[in-house]
């Protein structure tokens, strides 16, 4: 018992670990301290929809149409990928034809390099404009999204409709939820985090209070079931939940703020501790500290 408790401790640090790196971050570790993924291994969410999880990087989703197969995120290099199109392999003989990017984080698109040539893929604009700072290798280019949109995108597979939507800047300023009305399906990328703060992503335009908005739009979606990037399938109170420790963080800070406590003040009355930046790299915001920037930014 304690053993699996250890186990998962350790693999809850490692999970939070590689969500604070990002991918270069990782190549750079020294080798004993890389930690072995667990295979790719998909279970069925519901109807046509699939989760795959393992592998290095994010939870992936995929949709087996009538004729083809629709992927949602790419995992974090093209080992996984391939592990997760192997497995895709094995469920249908139809040919993998779109990846719908969630956002531009590494652990969602860099295994896109595992993808076969020639498939389409679709990411926000934004989330576009990110992989394309990030994206400097030859072969990383040519998986470049070939099709953006801006607030919703609608795709036909066969007699079944898949729903793209943008609710504005929320975990990036280019996150796409993916909706599957037959299913009441939809996935949310990093939109959802639970038992610990959702990140934010500032230099990448994220925006806590977007988040909020973004969160109360997505429960206007006849959905029932949520696939999200880092943890178990969640539920509508779930998303609830997120939303009113958010809105209570928000209130909470603001109201501090007006009392004229400074931030490293306010820091402390939550409890946060910062980790120092490591060199070269950038320096991770606690949400506490990304809502305060929001509250006294100059607009
Ligand atoms: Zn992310």
Known sequence: MKKVLKLCLFTALVLSLNLHLSWGDQQKQPLQYRQEPAPVT???????????????????????????????????????????????????????????????????????????????VVA?????????QAFQEPDQRAF???????????????????????????????DVVVYFP???????GDLLFLGRDPLV???KKGCSFGLVKTLKKVLKLDAETFVHGHG??????????????LEDKQAKIKALIEEEKSLDEIKQAFGVEDRPAQPGRRRWLSLVEVIYLELTEKK
């Open 182 to 188: 037959e299913e009441k399906v939809a996935f949310l």
């Open 42 to 120: 998909t279970h069925q969410v519901k109807g046509h929809v699939y989760e795959a999880k393992g592998g290095s990087g994010a939870n992936c989703g995929f949709f087996i149409g009538e004729e083809e197969v629709l992927v949602i995120d790419a995992k974090m290099n093209a080992e996984s990928a391939k592990q997760m199109i192997a497995e895709i392999k094995k469920l249908t003989p139809h040919p993998l034809k779109y990846v719908i990017i969630t956002h531009s984080d590494g652990d969602h698109v860099n295994g896109l390099v595992g993808f076969p040539e020639g498939i389409t």
């Open 124 to 132: 926000h604009h934004e989330a576009r404009k990110d992989m394309d």
């Open 201 to 203: 992503h500032r230099h």
């Open 144 to 174: 470049l999204p070939q099709l953006t949109f801006s607030e919703k995108l609608k795709f036909y597979l066969g007699n079944k409709v898949v729903k793209l939507f943008h609710f504005g800047p929320a975990h990036t300023s280019g």
């Open 232 to 245: 178990n399938l969640a539920s509508r109170s779930d998303i609830e939940d997120l939303i009113k420790s």
